[in-house]
């Protein structure tokens, strides 16, 4: 059985912001959580470090014959990840791979629509961006959102993460310039183990952070 680390999101949040400090009310950096649930860390990191709130919307590509297993990851900008290590019996055939990647794209491109309606996406040009998610399993999503924030150029990519296993973090220190997880781990079975409480966050939460967060920084 799993060891919880963490009671809920929020307290993951709150055991990642003392590492996050330092960039406490800098203007040259942004807050970017990946949905869903890496939001809603996101935006109390963001909230406490007087610090601006978006999102990086990361869509899994999960192996047709588990939809438990990512394979890859597609971005809202159309930055991919696919992990070419798997064996072609699990990633599908390269039609599979190239229809599941468009139906992806779009989905993302709707719910970036559906998460920020007319508001514009946070300029990352020469900021350092601190992407943020409740956990990581295989990496693929993490690593897709890190190619997509280096496309908004960002001058540092910073990953904050509660708990990941050992083996995806070792890629991930190797695309980014710094690293905050608390806990990794060899095994790794499911996020929500790690967690006391981990219920399901609905779109509509998303888009309520996120519209929130935006109203706060107008009035600052």
């Excluded at 307290?11 to 649930?37: M, N, S, W």
């Excluded at 939001?39 to 909230?47: F, N, P, R, Y």
């Excluded at 050992?166 to 781990?185: F, G, K, Q, S, Y």
């Amino acid at each position: 059985m799993a060891q919880s680390f963490y009671i809920d999101r929020e307290d993951a949040a709150t055991k990642l912001i003392p590492f996050l400090e330092k960039y406490y009310g800098d203007h040259t950096t942004v807050v970017l959580g990946l949905p869903r649930g890496g939001v809603v860390l996101a935006s109390t990191i963001a909230k406490v470090l007087a610090l601006p709130l978006d999102t990086v919307i990361v869509k899994k590509i999960n192996a047709p014959a588990n939809e438990e297993f990512a394979i890859g990851a597609v971005t809202e900008d159309n930055e991919e990840f696919f992990d070419w290590t798997a064996t072609e019996d699990i990633c599908g055939s390269e039609k599979y791979i190239r229809d599941s990647t468009e139906q992806k794209y779009k989905e993302a491109r709707a719910l970036a629509l559906q998460y920020r309606g007319i508001r514009s996406v946070e300029n990352l040009s020469n900021k350092v961006a601190i992407l943020v998610d409740d956990g990581i399993s295989t990496g693929s999503t993490m690593r897709a959102a890190i190619r997509s924030t280096k496309k908004r150029g960002a001058k540092k990519v910073v990953v904050a993460v509660p708990v990941a296993p050992t083996e995806a973090l070792l890629h991930i220190r190797n695309e980014v310039d710094e690293v905050v997880c608390p806990h990794t781990l060899g095994f790794f079975l499911s996020e929500e183990n790690f967690y006391e409480y981990f219920p399901r966050v609905e779109d509509k939460e998303v888009s309520i952070l996120l519209a929130r967060a935006n109203v706060t920084e107008q009035r600052l």
